[in-house]
Nanobody
Framework: QVQLVESGGGLVQPGGSLRLSCAASRSIFSIYAMAWYRQAPGKQRELVAHITRGGTTNYAASVKGRFTISRDNAKNTVYLQMNSLRPEDTAVYYC??????????WGQGTQVTVSS
């Protein structure tokens, strides 16, 4: 079974930046769409960014212009570059590999805390 390993989370001041990474244990990223989700305490999980096999991206309105999702198929890794971070960005961020028929793969989550 494919394992997703996330890294890059942590504590950052408002206005700062973080780069999240999600690496798969097997070569699968070239054939699936991928996404980043987040869930803040007491709130529902929400889609943050999405990227198709062809590289088309989509973002939640709250992060447009600040976050960038990208993929490196050779490294089986998807990234989320987060700039101009705000306290409301504080959440656990989850990597997702879309598999509509077989069932999605999910990372374990990485905590992002934006605070002064």
């Amino acid at each position: 079974q494919v394992q997703l390993v996330e890294s890059g989370g942590g504590l950052v001041q408002p206005g700062g930046s973080l780069r999240l990474s999600c690496a798969a244990s097997r070569s699968i990223f070239s054939i699936y769409a991928m996404a980043w989700y987040r869930q803040a305490p007491g709130k529902q999980r929400e889609l943050v960014a999405h990227i198709t096999r062809g590289g088309t991206t989509n973002y939640a309105a709250s992060v447009k212009g600040r976050f960038t999702i990208s993929r490196d198929n050779a490294k089986n890794t998807v990234y989320l570059q987060m700039n101009s971070l705000r306290p409301e960005d504080t959440a656990v961020y989850y990597c997702n590999v879309e598999r509509p028929i077989q069932g999605d793969y999910w990372g374990q989550g990485t905590q992002v805390t934006v605070s002064s």
